[in-house]
């Protein structure tokens, strides 16, 4: 398996996730800005590259047509949009959970849809 833009998409929200448990909230939620932009900035890249797609000992794991790249962009640009208006909206005592799950949710839609089988 070659890393490539379709595995960044799904691994860098998951990695953020599990990064989050242990750093302090301001830091939570920039790296969490950042990674869901950087997400954004993948999806724009892969705009009119129609056969990407990720192999696993000979199977196909990931791949992107043009309706996966639709929703991934669509997920990616609400991602973001969620995020932001809910920086100052998150009440202090679920914010810690709340900035855990967001991107481990994100990576699961994201893998969802670029998902073969």
Known sequence: ??????????????????????????????LTLLGLLYGL???YQLYGNSSISVHLFGETILAMDKIAYLTMAFIQILSVIILIFSLKGI???IEKGFFVLYPFTVSCRIGVVLSTH
């Open 41 to 43: 900035f993948l999806v």
């Open 1 to 30: 398996m070659e890393p490539n833009e379709l595995t960044s998409l799904v691994l860098v929200p998951l990695a953020i996730a599990v990064i989050n448990i242990f750093i302090p909230s301001i830091i939570r939620k920039t």
């Open 91 to 93: 009440d202090k005592s």
